[in-house]
């Protein structure tokens, strides 16, 4: 939490304009009396040594714009985060279904899936065929929300892949 305009105890500042240049040293009524002029306030924001450093803003608005920026640091980070969901080549519909189910609530969350497909026995790991319908039936049920992220690789006789979120084109609001 940051001090700001009457809350601040130093006698004296070292004082940045709203663009953050420095002013120069001040006494703190000056401080507050410039402040005032610009019709913004006065915020401490660090104490070094024997001085205090205070800049000329606007306060609510710095904490929303840094707010928001924190917000979309959290969710560019948790973009990152990687699901697990795996599939048998012989599932049932409605499970099949759950499981679609989730994987977009994932990719809506902008999480990247790892879809495996794991087969019991050799036999069902070449049948190349069903495979191949299987993954695309899986893409096809899930090409409005994501992509493939990666080439499908196998690993004894399970099957990879990973899906991606579709970006989808965000619209930009003007203001006058």
Request: contains cysteine; glycine residues 4%; proline residues 2%.
């Amino acid at each position: 939490m940051h001090l700001i305009n009457e809350q601040i105890k130093a006698p004296k500042v070292m004082l940045l304009d709203s663009d953050g240049a420095k002013l120069g040293q001040f006494l703190l009524k000056d401080a507050l009396k410039k402040a005032q002029e610009k019709q913004l306030d006065l915020v401490q924001l660090a104490e070094k040594q024997d001085m205090v450093i205070c800049k000329i803003m606007n306060y609510e608005s710095w904490l929303y714009h840094r707010q928001k920026e924190k917000h979309k640091q959290e969710l560019k980070n948790r973009g990152h985060e990687i699901k697990i969901m795996q599939f048998r080549p012989v599932i049932g519909d409605n499970d099949f279904n759950l499981k679609i189910k989730k994987i977009t609530e994932f990719l809506e969350d902008n999480h990247r899936v790892k879809i495996v497909i794991k087969f019991k026995n050799y036999r069902e790991s070449t049948m190349q065929d069903l495979n191949n319908k299987f993954i695309e039936k899986i893409l096809n049920s899930i090409e409005t929300v994501g992509t493939l992220d990666s080439k499908i690789n196998s690993s004894g006789k399970d099957l990879f892949f990973i899906i991606k979120p579709s970006r989808k084109p965000t619209q930009k609001v003007k203001f006058n």
